[in-house]
C-alpha cells in the first residue's frame, strides 16, 4: 500500500504531545470510567489508546446520538480546557497548523465534546482530506451526535483513500448495523476488515459481532 504523501507519520503527530497533554488524555480514560465504548479512534496517541483498549471489553455498546457515559464532569471540562489552551493559541496564531487541530479534535472527542471535535477534524481535512484516522474519527464524533448518515459517509470516504484502514472498518461495521438496521452491511465492513487484518488485535470480537449479526440478519 502507498504511503501518504505530505502527511506526517502517525509517530511523528504522536511525538509533538507534550507529557502534559498525554497524562490529561489518560486522566480523560479515568474520569470516564470504561472508556468511550466499542468505537475506536484511529488516531488516538498512544498514552490515551491504550488506556482505551484497556477498558473498552468491558463498556457496553454505545447508542446512537446518546452521551457515551455520563455528562462531562467539571473536572472533565477543566482537563479539557487545560489540554485546549496552548493548542487554541498555535491554531489562532496559524489557522492552518495541522497538527495542532487533529489534536485539537483529539481532546474534544475524548472530553465528549463531539461538535467541537468535528470542527476541527473538519479544518484538518480540509488540508489533508486523504487522513483516515482522522476522517473515521470524525466518523465517530458524528455517531455520539445521532448522525449515522453522516457517520457512514465520512467512514465510506475514509475507505476510498485507505480500503484497509482497521479501524474504519471496525466503526462502519457497527454503525452500519446499529444506526442503519443494515446487519448485512456490517457483516461485509467485519468481513473486509478481517480479510486484510488478519492479525487484528480484536479479532476474536468481531467475529463475535459477525455471528450476532447474521443472526440478527437471519430474523430478519
Same mark, same amino acid.
Given at each position: ?58 463498556g457496553t455498546a454505545p447508542q446512537q ?12 471540562q477543566a482537563a479539557v480546557a487545560q ?11 496559524? +489557522?492552518?497548523?495541522?497538527?495542532? #487541530?487533529?489534536? @485539537? *479534535?483529539? !481532546?474534544?472527542?475524548? $472530553?465528549? &465534546?463531539? =461538535? ?46 485507505? +480500503?484497509?484502514?482497521?479501524?474504519? #472498518?471496525?466503526? @462502519? *461495521?457497527? !454503525?452500519?448495523?446499529? $444506526?442503519? &438496521?443494515? =446487519? ?37
Amino acid at each position: 500500500m502507498n504511503e501518504i504523501k505530505d502527511k506526517p507519520s502517525q509517530s511523528t503527530t504522536d511525538s509533538m504531545w507534550t507529557g502534559t497533554q498525554a497524562y490529561v488524555l489518560a486522566v480523560f480514560c479515568l474520569l470516564l470510567g470504561v472508556g468511550l465504548g466499542y468505537l475506536f479512534r484511529g488516531s488516538a496517541p498512544n498514552t490515551a489508546q491504550a488506556a482505551a483498549a484497556a477498558t473498552s471489553q468491558q463498556g457496553t455498546a454505545p447508542q446512537q446520538g446518546s452521551d457515551p457515559r455520563q455528562q462531562p464532569s467539571a473536572e472533565m471540562q477543566a482537563a479539557v480546557a487545560q489540554a485546549a489552551a496552548p493548542l487554541l493559541e498555535a491554531v489562532n496564531k496559524n +489557522p492552518k497548523d495541522y497538527d495542532s #487541530l487533529i489534536q @485539537l *479534535g483529539n !481532546v474534544f472527542y475524548d $472530553g465528549q &465534546q463531539f =461538535p467541537n471535535a468535528i470542527q476541527y477534524y473538519e479544518r484538518a481535512l480540509a488540508i489533508h482530506p486523504e487522513n483516515p484516522d482522522v476522517r473515521t474519527d470524525m466518523g465517530t464524533a458524528y455517531w455520539y451526535t445521532g448522525d449515522a448518515d453522516k457517520a457512514v459517509a465520512a467512514m465510506e470516504t475514509s475507505l476510498k483513500y485507505r +480500503p484497509g484502514h482497521a479501524q474504519t #472498518l471496525f466503526n @462502519l *461495521g457497527w !454503525v452500519r448495523w446499529q $444506526g442503519k &438496521q443494515d =446487519p448485512k452491511g456490517a457483516i461485509e465492513a467485519w468481513q473486509q476488515l478481517l480479510k486484510v487484518n488478519p492479525d487484528y488485535p480484536q479479532k476474536q470480537q468481531v467475529e463475535q459481532y459477525i455471528a450476532k449479526a447474521k443472526d440478527h440478519a437471519a430474523r430478519g
